[in-house]
């Protein structure tokens, strides 16, 4: 099943044309197709005029095993597309589509986006995904805004490739360092799903994390990313007697291993990776998720007026609370609008070009600037889950 959402502020007739005619006509690669300038504009910055509106792709799982995840990131993207096209100068068409949480749908989508005149793709949802569906946009000369993708690698597919995510290479060191202190670790066992790239990856900065931190690891036990029952590897772990469990795992699995370890009387400590950052961790863990630590690269507390701004409208739209999924997409948009507004073109070499080019620009996750390795760098954040809700590790 694929699930398209054509935003209806931005979406007028005469936009729906040109996108039409820019599929039509294909182009070459790194262009966007159609009549040459007609996402192009005059001035620069905040005095940028594009007549046309760009044409803007998603592709995020709203089914499958992420779609948690993708309907927070759909939120964050209809709500920044809400604000960006009330402002002067320029304006968004934005087309979300579902992955489905399936690598074959998800190319699917990234070649259909390809071939339309898009003129940058964000998404999808899960780095195993984003691996097989990015080469397509790459060869097309498409850019490609990953927001929550964190696994290494992903950048490195090729120079259309950009993120806004940090990398678990970029939050796991500190949020290790951080419990170690806080903890004493000496001793710990590592648990993760060996059949998925983003735990894979995450495991990988977690073991050297640890070592890096003197931490023994006792033991290091594997699930799939599919699993739900994990009572006979936390019973191995309790009887090793770690000082806390260390996991790599998607939401979907780190509900139910948190709230069996629990069960089991195991009453240490477990720090999780990104896939623990979802409100979900709570709403269904309950009692069992206090005390848990993720890094993360947003919290709720951070005082910038950008993320006040964020969450005060956030939640006067949705009527609930953004996660951070919901804040690193609304921020992909917001930095897609400063990169076309460097060169007022929507033209897909102009935004690639302009993307370079992004520096301390201030967003919900903090300063923003990307490097030279198309990755995002901002600060970065270690939670605690008390009283039901993420806090800041003090």
């Given at each position: 099943?694929?699930?398209?959402?054509?935003?209806?502020?931005?979406?007028?007739?005469?936009?729906?044309?040109?996108?039409?005619?820019?599929?039509?006509?294909?182009?070459?690669?790194?262009?966007?197709?159609?009549?040459?300038?007609?996402?192009?504009?005059?001035?620069?910055?905040?005095?940028?005029?594009?007549?046309?509106?760009?044409?803007?792709?998603?592709?995020?799982?709203?089914?499958?095993?992420?779609?948690?995840?993708?309907?927070?990131?759909?939120?964050?993207?209809?709500?920044?597309?809400?604000?960006?096209?009330?402002?002067?100068?320029?304006?968004?068409?934005?087309?979300?589509?579902?992955?489905?949480?399936?690598?074959?749908?998800?190319?699917?989508?990234?070649?259909?986006?390809?071939?339309?005149?898009?003129?940058?793709?964000?998404?999808?949802?899960?780095?195993?995904?984003?691996?097989?569906?990015?080469?397509?946009?790459?060869?097309?000369?498409?850019?490609?805004?990953?927001?929550?993708?964190?696994?290494?690698?992903?950048?490195?597919?090729?120079?259309?490739?950009?993120?806004?995510?940090?990398?678990?290479?970029?939050?796991?060191?500190?949020?290790?360092?951080?419990?170690?202190?806080?903890?004493?670790?000496?001793?710990?066992?590592?648990?993760?799903?060996?059949?998925?790239?983003?735990?894979?990856?995450?495991?990988?900065?977690?073991?050297?994390?640890?070592?890096?931190?003197?931490?023994?690891?006792?033991?290091?036990?594997?699930?799939?990313?599919?699993?739900?029952?994990?009572?006979?590897?936390?019973?191995?772990?309790?009887?090793?007697?770690?000082?806390?469990?260390?996991?790599?795992?998607?939401?979907?699995?780190?509900?139910?291993?948190?709230?069996?370890?629990?069960?089991?009387?195991?009453?240490?400590?477990?720090?999780?990776?990104?896939?623990?950052?979802?409100?979900?961790?709570?709403?269904?863990?309950?009692?069992?998720?206090?005390?848990?630590?993720?890094?993360?690269?947003?919290?709720?507390?951070?005082?910038?007026?950008?993320?006040?701004?964020?969450?005060?409208?956030?939640?006067?739209?949705?009527?609930?609370?953004?996660?951070?999924?919901?804040?690193?997409?609304?921020?992909?948009?917001?930095?897609i609008d400063h990169a076309v507004r460097i060169n007022c073109s929507g033209e897909r070499t102009d935004v690639q070009d302009g993307l370079t080019q992004v520096k301390d620009l201030a967003t919900p996750l903090g300063s923003l600037t990307i490097n030279a390795d198309r990755d995002a760098e901002h600060p970065a954040v270690v939670?605690?889950?008390?009283?039901?809700?993420?806090?800041?590790?003090?």
């Amino acid at each position: 099943m694929r699930y398209l959402l054509r935003t209806a502020v931005v979406l007028s007739a005469s936009a729906l044309v040109l996108a039409g005619c820019a599929a039509s006509d294909g182009g070459e690669a790194g262009e966007s197709g159609g009549d040459a300038g007609t996402l192009t504009g005059s001035g620069s910055g905040d005095s940028c005029v594009i007549d046309t509106a760009i044409p803007v792709g998603a592709a995020l799982s709203l089914t499958g095993g992420a779609a948690s995840y993708g309907e927070s990131q759909q939120k964050g993207l209809e709500l920044a597309v809400e604000e960006l096209n009330a402002e002067e100068g320029v304006s968004y068409a934005l087309t979300i589509e579902d992955d489905g949480t399936d690598p074959r749908q998800a190319i699917s989508v990234f070649e259909g986006f390809a071939g339309n005149g898009t003129s940058i793709v964000i998404g999808p949802t899960l780095s195993n995904t984003a691996f097989q569906a990015q080469p397509v946009a790459q060869e097309a000369g498409l850019p490609v805004l990953a927001i929550s993708n964190t696994a290494a690698g992903i950048t490195a597919q090729g120079d259309f490739v950009f993120r806004d995510s940090l990398t678990e290479g970029q939050v796991i060191p500190q949020t290790i360092e951080a419990a170690t202190e806080k903890l004493g670790l000496e001793k710990v066992v590592v648990m993760y799903s060996n059949d998925d790239a983003f735990t894979e990856s995450g495991y990988d900065v977690m073991v050297s994390s640890l070592e890096d931190q003197g931490v023994e690891i006792l033991d290091t036990l594997t699930f799939s990313v599919s699993d739900t029952d994990f009572r006979s590897l936390l019973t191995a772990a309790k009887e090793l007697k770690p000082d806390a469990i260390v996991v790599s795992a998607l939401i979907e699995a780190a509900i139910p291993l948190v709230t069996q370890a629990r069960e089991l009387g195991i009453d240490q400590p477990i720090i999780g990776g990104n896939g623990f950052n979802n409100p979900q961790l709570m709403a269904d863990g309950g009692d069992a998720a206090e005390g848990v630590i993720v890094g993360a690269a947003w919290n709720s507390a951070s005082d910038s007026p950008e993320n006040t701004d964020f969450m005060a409208a956030f939640e006067e739209k949705y009527g609930s609370a953004p996660d951070q999924f919901a804040a690193q997409a609304y921020t992909g948009l917001k930095v897609i609008d400063h990169a076309v507004r460097i060169n007022c073109s929507g033209e897909r070499t102009d935004v690639q070009d302009g993307l370079t080019q992004v520096k301390d620009l201030a967003t919900p996750l903090g300063s923003l600037t990307i490097n030279a390795d198309r990755d995002a760098e901002h600060p970065a954040v270690v939670q605690i889950v008390k009283d039901g809700a993420f806090a800041v590790m003090n």
